[in-house]
Nanobody, 115 residues
């Protein structure tokens, strides 16, 4: 019964900030890398950020310097701090994890950035 529950999306003006969170249950969170993806209307889903078991982050070039991914293993939570938001960041954001034999996605949280 793996569940990924996302929250924190909303509408914000360009230049603003949002913090997304993903609470994971049903697996051993501390031994799984975690990722954030996003999908805008009419576009492919893309990897935004990932974080290793040890907490080392990686980012898509489009968000480097603006987004920060972190994890709190004690709370089974991965967070995406989104700063200096741009209209092109508008998308549904999804938390993701793979644990054999399948992958799991959160329900998605909408982020809308107005110009």
């Amino acid at each position: 019964q793996v569940q990924l529950v996302e929250s924190g999306g909303g509408l914000v003006q360009a230049g603003g900030s949002l913090r997304l969170s993903c609470v994971v249950s049903g697996l051993t969170f501390s031994i799984r890398p975690m990722s954030w993806y996003r999908q805008a209307p009419g576009k492919q889903r893309e990897l935004v950020a990932s974080i290793s078991i040890g907490g080392s982050p990686n980012y898509a070039n489009s968000v480097k310097g603006r987004f920060t991914v972190s994890r709190d293993n004690a709370k089974n939570t991965v967070t995406l701090q989104m700063n200096t938001l741009k209209p092109e960041d508008t998308a549904v954001y999804y938390c993701y994890v793979y644990t054999h034999p399948r992958e799991y996605w959160g329900q998605g949280t909408q982020v809308t950035v107005s110009s």
